[in-house]
């Protein structure tokens, strides 16, 4: 089936770090399947990316949700909850409710929707006993409420070649411009959508470094990006908080 209109809802995942355009902002996956979305549908097609990096899954819910119903898209991506598992104060029983009934709130529109299982972020960070099961958990409630509501998923968590780490940028949170373009070529591939062969092409594999070039990556990679993290969870901050949605209304692509 042919969409006429998208709406992407969610957290920095979406919103496009770390894939960004010569101008700063993020392009992103739903960026590059909004295009090709555009492709097929001709010039009617509208796109909305309401999504804002640092956002927890409340604030997704209570900002965004609304705003993405009320346009009455034929398509809609929700991706929340990834940086919930991170915090010390996440209740994993709340959450998978919320997760069900705000589903069941999309589909109730008519809309299709699009649901991931996240892929294997910690396996290049630290806290893996803690946050791993958390992750976990997510992932299955998300399989779960797709069969039960008939949402469209994207199972970023089996594809293995997310553990190579030229998909993720340098501070191993978030996917570099390669990781984007694979999971856009998996959404379309969901979808039933051809895309650029290219987009699921991954760059080699970098050779293990020494030891000692190991742990000075790390040491880097702590002050450079841990240290801000954690400075932001003490004083109550978050990497969103002066940031606005990039495509706030449901307009055709304008690059």
């Known amino acids: 089936m042919g969409w006429r209109s998208f709406v992407a809802v969610g957290d920095s995942f979406t919103e496009g770090m770390d894939d960004a355009y010569p101008d700063g902002t993020y392009r ?10 555009a492709a097929e549908a001709g010039p009617e ?14 604030g997704v819910v209570a900002e965004q949700v609304p705003a993405a119903v009320a346009m009455k898209p034929d398509l809609i991506s929700f991706a929340a909850g990834g940086n919930d598992v991170l915090r010390r104060t996440f209740d994993p029983d709340a959450l998978v409710a919320r997760f069900d009934e705000v589903v069941r709130q999309l589909r109730s529109g008519g809309a299709d929707v699009l649901l991931f299982r996240f892929a294997d972020v910690m396996a290049r960070l630290p806290g893996q006993r803690l946050v791993a099961p958390r992750v976990q958990l997510l992932n299955q409630a998300v399989g779960e409420t797709a069969e039960r509501h008939g949402a469209i998923m994207v199972d970023l968590y089996a594809d293995d070649t997310f553990l190579n780490p030229m998909l993720w940028s340098t501070d191993r949170l978030h996917l570099s411009a390669a990781g984007h373009r694979r999971v856009a070529g998996q959404v379309l591939n969901a979808l039933g959508v051809g895309c650029d062969e290219e987009w699921l092409m991954v760059p080699p594999h970098p050779a293990p470094s020494p030891w000692l070039a190991a742990r000075a990556a790390d040491v880097r990679w702590a002050g450079q990006h841990l240290a801000p993290w954690v400075k932001r969870r003490l004083t109550g901050r978050s990497s969103g908080d002066t940031v606005t949605a990039k495509r706030p209304l449901l307009g055709p692509i304008v690059d």
């Open 28 to 37: 992103g996956w739903a960026d590059l399947v909004a295009t090709r979305l």
């Open 45 to 58: 097609f509208r796109y909305a990316n309401l999504a804002i990096r640092g956002r927890l899954f409340p």
